[in-house]
């Protein structure tokens, strides 16, 4: 028997990962930016004139949908920095207007 959550907090989905069949020209776009960014990342950490933790956080964001480690980092984050993550959810809502989740 598990223990009811409380009301005011909602159960997290469970952790999804997209099929490599199920994968279209933007999803492999999206993988090479986020493969792109984590790369300038990694050398941001030993370059001084690069910000390599912004790069790293970008290419967390851009690669979270293929990789169930990244989602759950990414929830942990939220859950401890919550102002950052509505911050996060009005600028994706500006800059997708037609997606609201």
Known sequence: MTAPQSSNQSPEPE???IRFADMTW????RIGL??????????GLV???LQGVLFLIISAILLAPYSI??????????RRFPWVAEQARAVAARWNPGKRG
């Open 15 to 17: 952790p999804t990962r």
């Open 26 to 29: 933007r999803d492999y776009v």
């Open 69 to 78: 480690w990244v989602q759950k980092q990414l929830r942990r984050f939220e």
């Open 47 to 49: 370059l001084p004139i």
């Open 34 to 43: 986020g493969v792109f960014f984590f790369l300038l990342g990694i050398a």
